[in-house]
């Protein structure tokens, strides 16, 4: 009975020790698998300019809106009817003035704008004919006038934040 008391012991012995074998196998595997459980931390720094470098500034998510262009949704819409509409408030500043000239005039006048991210305009620049310089003096001050009238609107929009956004628009002038 004495030997099959030590055998049990001996082979329980046995086990034990291939379970502590496995067991330090275990170990070693896990604490040696932790480098692929890291994650590697992206600095605020290069977060943001892999981001600036990804945005295109050349185009706004949302173009400036006056009140009765809040309608129209689609981009493209939006541009148009902010366009038209400005075009419009500008030409309705001339409605009251008289242009009289000795000849025919036919010319394409480019007005710069800037619209602030708080939606204020502000007239950069006005680019026009000599001839037509000389013909109207009082017509760049007539402009910032009309564009002086136009009341705030609502910004453009990138990424969900007012920017200040500049816009280059013709302004056709002919006489009759």
């Given at each position: 009975m004495d030997r099959f008391k030590m055998r049990i012991f001996h082979t329980q012995n046995y086990?034990?020790?291939?379970?502590?074998?496995?067991?330090?196998?275990?170990?070693?595997?896990?604490?040696?698998?932790?480098?692929?459980?890291?994650?590697?931390?992206?600095?605020s720094d290069t977060f943001y300019n892999q981001e600036m470098k990804t945005i295109s500034w050349n185009q706004v998510d949302q173009f400036p809106n006056f009140a009765s262009?809040?309608?129209?949704?689609?981009?493209?819409?939006?541009?148009?009817?902010?366009?038209?509409?400005?075009?419009?408030?500008i030409y309705a500043g001339f409605s009251s003035r008289h242009f009289v000239s000795s000849r025919s005039i036919s010319d394409t006048l480019w007005v710069s704008l800037t619209i602030s991210e708080k939606g204020d305009i502000f007239l950069n620049n006005i680019e026009m004919d000599s001839l037509t310089a000389t013909s109207f003096p009082e017509l760049p001050l007539w402009i910032t006038q009309s564009i002086d009238s136009i009341p705030s609107l609502a910004p453009a929009h990138k990424r969900g934040v007012p920017v200040a956004v500049a816009f280059s628009l013709p302004v056709v002038l002919q006489t009759k």
């Open positions: 086990n034990f020790k291939i379970m502590k074998y496995i067991f330090y196998v275990l170990v070693l595997c896990i604490m040696a698998s932790c480098q692929y459980f890291e994650t590697d931390k992206i600095s262009c809040q309608k129209d949704s689609e981009k493209k819409a939006s541009k148009a009817c902010f366009e038209n509409t400005l075009v419009s408030k």
